[in-house]
């Protein structure tokens, strides 16, 4: 979850990290190992995108929350525009070129 207001970006860290492990999880990606909240944010910090941690409450609900600060410049420069859940994705139709490069890569029709 992620919110961008006037006076900054704000990222619940802990929940990005879960829903990481999560995703890694379900898809079974060995070579994937996701950070510790704490090394994440260690090293989001060295590099410049992490600037607070639980800097800002903000209500979600009618409950307080708390959000890390991170910078909007740095996080746009990866052009990580937008933070989304699974079910937020909308699935293009896929044209004749991907369609004989998927089907000759596993094989099967799509």
Excluded at 57 to 70: A, C, G, L, M, S
């Amino acid at each position: 979850m992620d919110i961008e207001r006037g006076d900054g970006l704000f990222i619940r860290t802990s929940e990005m990290i879960n829903q990481i492990c999560i995703f890694v999880n379900q898809v079974g990606s060995a070579e994937v190992i996701p950070l510790k909240l704490r090394d994440f944010k260690k090293q989001a910090m060295k590099s410049g995108y992490f600037i607070k941690a639980s800097s800002k409450q903000i209500k979600i609900d009618n409950k307080p929350v708390r959000f890390d600060e991170y910078s909007r410049e740095r996080i746009r420069e990866l052009k990580a525009f937008s933070i989304c859940k699974s079910n937020e994705l909308e699935l293009e139709p896929m044209d004749n070129e991907e369609r004989k490069v998927i089907e000759g890569a596993f094989g099967n029709k799509v």
